[in-house]
């Protein structure tokens, strides 16, 4: 599958179960995991001010997006990351102290 056809099957999923909570929109994009093994970052966006759903909405969420892709043949392992209201920039800015290896590595 595409990123495209991957970000559609996302939104299908994703949107009923986390769009009255504030999902905006999906972005996918393909690449691989820490262990070099192809993947897929799955990025949904919220609407600024809207709160953060529990842990169980949000893991039976990537779970269904999982199996859905999984039923479509999609054998990349979907990595899903929530990204809320003005946060943009909040991991690149936590992972500038890896930069050079983990600490005490």
Do not use: C, W
């Not at 769009?19 to 919220?46: I, K, N, Q, S």
């Amino acid at each position: 599958m595409n990123t495209e056809q991957i970000a559609a099957v996302a939104e299908s999923i994703l949107r009923p179960r986390l769009g009255l909570m504030g999902l905006d929109h999906v972005e996918v994009t393909a690449g691989y995991d820490h262990d070099g093994d192809p993947a897929l970052f799955v990025t949904a966006y919220y609407q600024p001010g809207t709160g953060v759903p529990s842990g169980e909405v949000l893991s039976s969420s990537h779970g269904a997006l999982h199996e859905a892709l999984q039923e479509k043949g999609e054998e990349r392992f979907p990595y899903l990351n929530h990204r809320f209201g003005n946060d943009e920039g909040f991991e690149d800015d936590d992972l500038q102290d890896f930069k050079g290896g983990l600490p005490g590595a």
